[in-house]
């Protein structure tokens, strides 16, 4: 009866846009029907399509329709009587095929992309000003925006490395390797649960962290991968992203009008953003407080953020999904663009977004107080992907506990210009010692009193707090020789744990064999390099371009006793090479071999032992 009375309904409605009047018999009044039922799926597709003809209908009236559709239109509404017969179902075949209704198949879904790209709203003048300003600042060049309006986020073609974003433009790097380290956590630990819209959830991944981190160890064939499960590793990988920044809350996609499905290319044809009149003009906004939504939306379009504007659009909806003046609030200096000068490179709040879910410009643990109120703004709690970088072995900055030692075994490796990714296939690797967990919380004490800016050293006040912190105890007169100089620094507090005995809180071990460690990890470099075509006709050369992928083999060596630590300060004192001190500890078969990665991956893990087959990995 119900359908029926739907039918009914929708031939009047149609009557009444085509003739533009009412009927001139009205409708007999019916009984009040009983309550609703629970609507069936059928019934829900046959609704949702009969509200699509009824649009599309209402569209072609608007567009003068031609007579001869006007009149096949009204034959099709020609009343029907019934006596006591039942009304006839609607078939399966009326469902799937509109046109007999009168509206082609294609109209339907005309009308359900223009009402699904309505649905986006408009940014205010004043938001896009300010936002194009936070990000690009007022005298941004052709070039910086031209690398910003030419970047998408794809896979790599290349078998070997289609596992990673592609990068053809220098500037969007901090973006790309960021959402890379993201995708790699999906690929490796979650491929089993990829259909699962929910798996970005951290209450999904709190219960299932445990058992990857156990028994699971994930295969390095990157070439098995399908074009499916890194698309919704990568959609996956955009919604915890987004939900981060809006801390869980929200997400805010970005897009561009009239780019949905097919018609991207048409859209971003001649499209020029160049200042923030040009950005309100194209942007539009949809905000989802469900995951799974956000998830359906984000696949559904993901060939808009696959082409030319693709990095410029995730960027701004994780600054918009955090709030434009949350993201100042985060900032130490918010009077600097996002974007620097005069490269265009992502800058460390941008990377600290995503990565942490707030814009803070720092890399240490915390805050650091500076007195007088004033304060520099770090990490503010565990991270699911860390970060790593050269410019801490340079001693320009330290990296804390929170990026270095995240959920899974995946880092962003910051350069001076660049950033890329290194991983590890097996959670094992972040695995702890007795020892080892006892050092790392005598650092975090340490760290947490180091208001130097990473420089290593504490007042005595501080030493104090760490020692009650820790539980160590030190005899009098070593206490006495480590606070006579009024500070006291790390390497020296080292050196006397190293020889104070286990007992009394110290690292003293009689074995020498603390921690030893032997690991396989990979570095990816998304940067396209040229590389000679094994298949180039010998009349000539055809060079590809690819990313880069380096599998490394890391040692690390036990860690120092009291006679190796002295040993190894004199010998790298008067060495050439920084890493002939510890050449003598790679294991037999092994070459020590050294690049600038190399100093990254010590940060993480002191004295680590590297090897690779092939090119040098490079970080730029």
């Known amino acids: 009866m119900g359908d029926r009375e739907e039918d009914e309904e ?20 019916r009984s009040k029907p009983p309550p609703p039922a629970a609507e069936s799926p059928e019934a829900e597709a046959r609704r949702k399509q009969r509200e699509l003809m009824a649009a599309a209908a209402e569209k072609r009236r608007r567009g003068a329709a031609s007579p001869a559709s006007v009149s096949v239109a009204r034959s099709l509404l020609q009343p029907v009587v019934v006596e006591s017969a039942p009304a006839p179902e609607v078939t399966k075949e009326q469902v799937e095929e509109p046109e007999q209704a009168g509206v082609s198949m294609e109209e339907a879904k005309e009308v359900e992309e223009e009402e699904e790209e309505e649905k986006g709203e408009e940014l205010p003048p004043d938001v896009a000003e300010n936002l194009w300003a936070m990000v690009f600042g007022r005298g941004v060049s052709k070039a910086v925006l031209a690398q910003w309006s030419n970047q ?11 596992m990673g974003l592609v990068q053809h433009e220098g500037g969007p790097c901090g973006v790309l390797a960021t959402v890379q380290a993201y995708v790699l956590k999906y690929l490796l630990f979650f491929s ?21 981190q156990s028994s699971f160890a994930a295969g390095d064939d990157f070439s098995s991968l399908t074009d499916d499960r890194k698309t919704r590793a990568l959609v996956h990988a955009m919604v915890e992203i987004l939900f981060l920044c809006g801390t869980g809350k929200r997400a805010v996609v970005a897009s561009v009008a009239r780019a949905n499905r097919g018609k991207i290319d048409a859209a971003l044809e001649d499209l020029s953003v160049e200042s923030a009149v040009d950005l309100q003009k194209v942007l539009k906004t949809s905000t989802f407080t469900s995951r799974k939504d956000a998830f ?30 949350d993201i100042q609030a985060d900032r130490d200096d918010p009077s600097q663009p996002l974007v620097t000068a005069p490269f265009g490179h992502a800058s460390q709040e941008i990377v600290n977004l995503l990565l942490c879910g707030e814009a803070v410009p ?12 004033m304060s520099l703004k770090g990490i503010p709690n565990n991270v699911e992907v860390g970060f790593l970088t050269l410019l801490e072995s ?66 005595v006040e501080g030493f104090q707090q760490v020692l009650r912190d820790t539980d160590i105890n030190f005899p009098s007169d070593k206490l ?15 050196q006397a744990l190293l020889q104070l005995d286990k007992r009394a809180g110290g690292m ?76 003598s500890l790679a294991p037999p078969g092994q070459t020590n071999q050294h690049a600038p990665l190399v100093d990254c991956i010590r940060t993480r893990w002191p004295r680590a032992v590297c090897s690779w087959v092939g090119d040098v990995p490079s970080i730029v």
């Open 508 to 583: 003293k071990d009689p074995t020498g064999l603390m921690g030893k460690k032997q690991f396989t990890i990979f570095h990816f470099n998304g940067i396209a390099k040229s590389v000679p075509n094994g298949n180039a006709s010998a009349g000539g050369s055809c060079p590809i371009q690819r990313p880069r992928l380096c599998k490394l083999n890391v040692t690390v060596p036990p860690r120092w006793t009291q006679d190796e630590y002295l040993a190894d300060v004199v010998s790298a004192s008067t060495s050439s090479s920084k890493d002939d001190s510890i050449l």
């Open 480 to 494: 006495e020789d480590l606070c006579n100089a009024g500070i006291i620094v790390w390497s020296e507090f080292w």
């Open 394 to 459: 340079l001693n320009l900055c330290k990296v804390g506990q929170y990026l270095k030692c995240p959920k899974w075994p995946i880092w962003v490796v910051g350069s001076e210009s660049h950033y890329t990714v290194l991983f590890a296939l097996n959670p094992n690797v972040q695995e702890e010692n007795e020892l080892e967990e006892r050092e790392s919380k005598i650092r975090r004490a340490f760290d947490a009193q180091d208001q130097s800016g990473g420089g290593g050293f504490i007042s």
């Open 10 to 29: 929708l031939q009047m409605a149609l009557r009444m846009s085509l003739q533009g009047s009412p009927p001139a018999q009205p409708e007999p009044k």
């Open 152 to 162: 998408g986020i794809r896979f790599s073609s290349d078998p070997e490395t289609t």
């Open 192 to 212: 089993d649960d990829l259909s699962n819209p929910e798996i970005s959830n951290p209450l999904y991944t709190l219960g299932q962290r445990r058992f990857y």
């Open 296 to 325: 359906n939306t984000l696949l559904a379009n993901i060939p808009l953020f696959q082409s030319r504007l693709g990095a410029m659009l995730f960027l701004i909806s994780a600054l918009l999904s955090r709030g434009l003046e």
């Open 362 to 373: 720092n890399v240490f643990d915390g805050k650091m107080d500076l007195g007088g109120g």
